[in-house]
């Protein structure tokens, strides 16, 4: 989907239960600021951070390592609070450890003395019937590939496996905002390119809103409706904002080797501070920078 | 003396773990003359009934080094009597129905003590473990009362109590109330903070947080805490038995050693190791299976 008409936005809320955790939200983020106490001092990460994210869209975060991309997650989940500015989960300030998001965790966090289906399970929203409940895990294991592992305890399988368990269980929370730190980062080439292709699947099946922080700015490209860069705005400033706001053409499923990607990789590449070298034998990319 | 202090609870239960997962097993001098079947923990050693027939190696060449000494004449038998004549001793008081007696009624204030001081140990430290305000609140003052050795609060439990079974499961239970305390004190101080927070995330909030995060990654320290626990309330028991009982094994080495009766005395100190060592196998056990299941 690209990014949702506000028409299209209007008639999903009234459709549904707005109480309801499945519905997609909208994210408003308005001047976020954070700043940590350190022995050092104060640490600013993050100040005046401005976004909007229609209900059902898909934003992809990219921006250096250790920017504050995480910290922007844990503000719109209500895992840390701002000490500036305000977050908005479809028109209500985010609550702590609100219940209308799910993250999947940088790192996959499962509780190691449960089996991969415990796990998943503490996702599915308390209240659900145990016989949906077993259904609806044994479903979301299957779909990440781990069908065959849900008796498995967490040290017993690979990084890749525990960090598909980790999606599995944020996505068994059906949230009305999905957020995502590095879900894919652990995996290998081949199971990442078919975990992207099972994220737009389960997005197209059961629309929610997505933000998704990502250090591959192809994946950005392949699976976002728009991508965000963040960093800081004048050389040398400690503190990160939003540095630009790419829209990304085409419907989904796109093709990887869409020749727009490949120039909007190139900025964002160069966004980043990583140099591209262009194909001598183009010179539109050339001078497009 | 008696009282350990935190760490060492914890240093000693990480490396009871450690062997018990590994079987403690070590390869063959040329781990490369076993062949393909060579693996780490691998070799005879792995397998219990020979680690269990190694470990009685050392007490039967105790025992024959004690019947040679005996009947050599080395020893005066009023010293040392022979393995012998201590068995007629144990057959003399079972036969007067006090063998018994004095096993039961010491293994039941051991049992009873135990769970009490457990108990409360694991109350008082969760609350310690997980409430900064009654961290605050309590830790200094239960610092200090655990502090105090063991055999100051006697005389002033006797007074408080008499010389009945309360002041004796009073002194069991405190020796068996600090280990567990410290240990699930610290133990929940150090969960996963990254694991509490998930659980958070996923809507887990107080004694559903405790009960699905907290309690089971604490459940390897606390378990420690438990078996050391139990050995400090053997300890205490005798303690208590030699000053103030008129039954039990505590009250058996007391007397014998009034009556000169060193063949009792030996006894006793054979049944308390023999007592001592299955209730920490007992709880070995259920450290094992509770293992497998929470860590
Ligand atoms: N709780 C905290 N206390 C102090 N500094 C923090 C804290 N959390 C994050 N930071 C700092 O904020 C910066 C951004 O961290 P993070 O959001 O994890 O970066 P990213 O996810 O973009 O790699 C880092 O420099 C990190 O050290
Ligand atoms: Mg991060």
């Known amino acids: 989907m690209s990014p949702a008409p506000s028409t299209a936005t209007r008639t999903a809320t009234t459709t549904a239960d707005p109480a309801d955790a499945a519905t997609a939200r909208p994210v408003e983020l308005h001047g976020v600021a954070r700043t940590f106490a350190t022995p050092a001092g104060p640490r600013p990460v993050l100040a005046g951070v401005d976004l909007s994210v229609a209900a059902g869209e898909i934003v992809a975060v990219v921006g250096p390592s250790g920017c504050g991309k995480s910290t922007l997650l844990r503000q719109v989940a209500g895992l840390d609070a701002p000490d500036g500015g305000r977050i908005l989960l479809g028109g209500e300030p985010v609550a702590p450890y609100d219940a209308r998001t799910a993250v999947a965790f940088q790192e996959p966090r499962l509780l190691p003395w449960r089996t991969l289906a415990h796990n998943v399970a503490l996702g599915v929203p308390r209240g659900t019937p145990r016989a949906e409940s077993r259904e609806q895990v044994a479903r979301l294991l299957d779909l990440v590939g781990l069908a065959g592992s849900a008796g498995l305890r967490p040290r017993q399988v690979s990084g890749g496996m525990a960090q598909r368990a980790s999606l599995a269980r944020a996505l068994a929370r059906r949230p009305g905002v999905l957020l995502l730190d ?13 975990m992207q292709d099972l994220l737009l699947e389960v997005h197209a099946s059961r629309p929610t809103t997505v933000l998704l922080v990502t250090h ?14 963040l960093g800081s705005l004048t050389a040398g400033a400690a503190d990160t904002s939003v540095r630009s706001v790419v829209t990304v053409p085409g419907d989904r499923p796109r093709d990887r080797a869409d020749a727009r990607l490949a120039e909007l990789r190139a900025e964002l590449l160069d966004g980043l501070g990583v140099p591209t070298h262009h194909p001598a034998h183009d010179p539109d990319a050339h001078h497009s920078i | 003396m008696t009282d350990a202090p935190a760490p060492v609870v914890t240093v000693a239960g990480s490396s009871v773990r450690a062997t018990d997962a590994r079987g403690r097993a070590l390869p063959g001098l040329n781990p490369f003359s076993l062949g393909l079947a060579a693996r780490p923990g691998a070799g ?31 020893v005066a038998p009023y010293q040392l009597p022979s393995p012998a004549s201590v068995w007629t001793a144990a057959v003399d008081l079972a036969q007067r129905g006090l063998l018994g007696q004095y096993v039961a009624i010491s293994t039941q204030r051991v049992v009873l003590g135990f769970l009490i001081g457990a108990a409360l140990g694991l109350a008082v430290g969760s609350v310690v473990g997980l409430s900064r305000l009654a961290g605050a609140l309590l830790e200094p003052t239960l610092g200090a009362i655990r502090a105090v050795p063991s055999l100051a609060w006697v005389p002033l439990l006797i007074l408080w109590m008499k010389i009945g079974e309360e002041s004796k499961l009073t002194l069991i ?19 996963d903070a990254h694991l509490v927070e998930a659980g958070r995330a996923y809507g887990l909030r107080g004694a ?3 009960g699905a995060v907290q309690l089971p990654a ?19 028991l005798v303690a208590a038995e030699l000053i103030a009982s008129s ?4 009250f058996l080495l007391m007397d014998s050693g009034n009556n000169g009766r060193v063949d009792r005395m030996i006894l006793a100190i054979v049944l308390l190791a023999l007592l001592g060592k299955t209730t920490d196998a007992l709880i070995g056990l259920a450290e094992k299976s509770l293992l497998r299941r929470w860590a």
Do not use: C, K, N
């Not at chain 2, 005879?44 to 009934?49: I, M, N």
């Not at chain 2, 604490?218 to 205490?236: D, Y």
């Not at chain 2, 039954?247 to 505590?250: D, E, F, N, Q, Y």
């Open chain 1, 182 to 194: 590095e879900p894919f980062g652990a995996l290998d080439a081949l199971t990442r390119l078919r």
């Open chain 1, 216 to 229: 591959d700015v192809e994946e950005a490209l392949y699976l976002a409706d728009r991508v965000v860069l």
């Open chain 2, 44 to 74: 005879p050693l792995a397998r219990r009934p020979v680690r269990l027939a190694l470990g009685l190696v050392v007490p039967a060449v105790l025992l024959v080094a004690w019947q040679l000494v005996t009947a050599s004449g080395l």
């Open chain 2, 173 to 191: 239970a405190i020796g068996a109330f600090f280990p567990v305390y410290t240990t699930v004190v610290a133990a929940l101080r150090h969960v």
């Open chain 2, 208 to 210: 559903r947080l405790l």
């Open chain 2, 218 to 236: 604490a459940v390897p320290s606390v378990v420690a805490g438990l078996r050391l626990a139990l050995a400090q309330s053997w300890l205490f």
């Open chain 2, 247 to 250: 039954m039990g094994l505590g």
